[in-house]
């Protein structure tokens, strides 16, 4: 039976699975990706030590797939908004500046001087903020002029492994969308914008749909992964809107809730006409890893951050492997409400609909009552207030309702933080059995590009299985309702200000002194 291989190159992990072409995972592997500081809120990967990594996992993968495995395709997914400069050997000129690094912060301040955040969003479909690749290409220009003397393409970091394995460039329209040079309506790089930011157009890779064939495994960089030689590889895309792929969270009306560093809603919706021409800046608009398609995506910064933070402060005594699993006990251990205390999320900052990088957590009604276990709980809360507020906005923004919220990522793996979502949403939330989505939506992207699959309807169909649902609880969804309605709302209207004022003071303090004790 042939083989599919799907690559997820993430932000804090490098992940390999191998699917059967008719449904089923026969191997996998993670490998943690190589991440250096580099900063105040700065950090960088070593382009070399990346395709190390990425090698190491497949060749973990393959070597559990039994001797000569007959592998059909390969397909790699990964964040977006990261790149590797190449020079005209492709070679390396400069590390990959993260995707969430703040060095570009104030690019994205002459952004809003240079064009505006509207006239920006109707044309990219994305919210002024400082982590696209196009500031990143400014920055390496102003910051590194050596480095960027010799730099002649600019690559997202998944086409950059594509690059590695094939000896070819070219680009998906979902990653695309995370530069901040692609005209949305048109799908082509915009000369606009290219020309504000005195950038090459020649800077770029061509543009491809996902799926397409990208090109061939060569002989040294199969042997590195233990693929088999002449392996085709496929152009993969930006790894939310693949695991929406896996999810089948493709269709309007469907959002895929993904829960990890960051908790992220995805809906796939068949235009960005109308979206664009209202200026909504609440949400980024892209193009779809599923021909064709759209979408429109949120997020709420740092969730599975925060409950780390959180068990780590509350349970220094307990060894860190099991943290996590003391927070949920305790969570669970404090009734709903938290006996009044309630978190502001926002300690990585607000995201959608808010959209405030320097806006600040806030806890509202602490007492010397309180326990741990009421932290716990306020913090799962907390969390969980935001996704109710991003939901609700998020099918203002998209002019569509949701019919069904599929989740994913670790965090789905919780049943109380799952039923949590449902009680206080008051939608019911769907868990998928798979648990790698962004590694089995590449593969599927594999497999439709080598001809195994007809569609990606069909890839669906042939990898679906039953979903777990947890719906909401009558009577705790309506004392989350009313708990919602009369005081969370007014504490997040009164605190966001105030939260966002307080960030902008504590950046100004750090800038000017990085080693000032600020509290």
């Known amino acids: 039976m042939a083989l599919l291989i799907g690559l997820d190159v993430g932000t804090s992990n490098i992940k390999a699975a191998a699917y059967r072409s008719d449904g089923g995972c026969v191997a996998r592997a993670s490998t943690p990706t190589p991440t250096t500081p580099a900063g105040l809120r700065q950090a960088e990967q070593h382009p070399g030590a990346l395709w190390e990594a990425v090698a190491e996992t497949l060749a973990t993968t393959l070597a559990a797939c039994g001797d000569a495995p007959d592998v059909a395709g390969l397909c790699v997914a990964s964040v977006g908004e990261a790149g590797v400069p190449l ?103 915009s000369d606009t ?108 910064l740092g969730a599975g951050s925060l409950l780390r933070w959180v068990a780590d402060l509350c349970f220094a005594d307990t060894p860190p492997p099991d943290r996590l699993d003391a927070l949920y006990t305790a969570a669970e251990a404090s009734p709903p409400g938290a006996r009044g205390l309630y978190l502001l999320p926002h300690l990585a900052g607000a995201g959608s609909p808010d959209r405030d990088s320097m806006a600040r957590g806030v806890m509202a009604g602490l007492t010397l009552d309180h326990s741990r276990n009421d932290l716990a709980r306020a913090a799962f809360e907390g969390l969980v207030y935001e996704l109710k507020t991003l939901l609700n906005a998020l099918a203002e923004s998209a002019g569509h309702g949701i019919d069904r919220v599929i989740a994913a990522g670790g965090g789905s793996q919780s049943p109380f933080w799952t039923q949590l979502k449902a009680d206080v949403t008051g939608r019911p939330i769907l868990v998928s059995p798979h648990t790698e989505a962004v590694t089995l939506g590449a593969a599927m992207l594999a497999g439709v590009g080598a001809g195994i699959y007809r569609s990606l309807q069909d890839a669906q169909a042939t990898h679906a299985q039953s979903s777990e649902a947890y719906t909401p609880d009558p009577a705790r969804a309506r004392d989350y309702q009313r708990l919602y309605q009369k005081r969370i709302a007014q504490i997040r209207a009164l605190c966001l200000p105030v939260g966002a004022l307080s960030g902008q003071l504590w950046d100004r303090d750090l800038s000017a002194n990085p080693d000032s004790n600020v509290t």
Do not use: N
């Open 87 to 189: 020079d005209a050997h492709g070679e390396p000129t400069y590390p990959i500046i993260a995707w969430y690094d703040q060095r570009t912060a104030s690019l994205a301040r002459w952004w809003d001087e240079a064009m505006g955040a509207q006239p920006l969003f109707a044309l990219t479909g994305l919210p002024l903020g400082h982590t696209f690749s196009l500031l990143k290409m400014q920055w390496l220009r102003q910051m590194a002029p050596e480095a960027w003397a010799t730099t002649q393409r600019w690559l997202a970091v998944g086409d950059y492994v594509g690059f590695r394995l094939t000896g070819q460039q070219a680009t998906g329209y979902s990653q695309a969308s995370r530069t901040m040079a692609l005209d949305l309506t048109t799908r082509a790089w």
């Open 193 to 300: 914008l290219l020309s504000i930011a005195e950038l090459p157009p020649s800077l770029l890779p061509t543009l491809v749909p996902e799926g397409t064939l990208l090109g061939h495994a060569l002989p040294e960089a199969a042997a590195a992964c233990r693929l088999p030689e002449g392996t085709p590889v496929f152009v993969g895309g930006h790894d939310h809107p693949v695991a929406a792929i896996a999810m089948g969270a493709t269709e309007p009306g469907v959002v895929l809730d993904s829960t990890g560093t960051t908790e992220t809603e995805l809906m796939t919706i068949p235009s960005v006409r109308d979206i664009l021409a209202r200026g909504d800046g609440r949400f980024s608009v892209g193009c779809h890893a599923a021909p064709g398609s759209y979408y429109v995506k949120g997020g709420i």
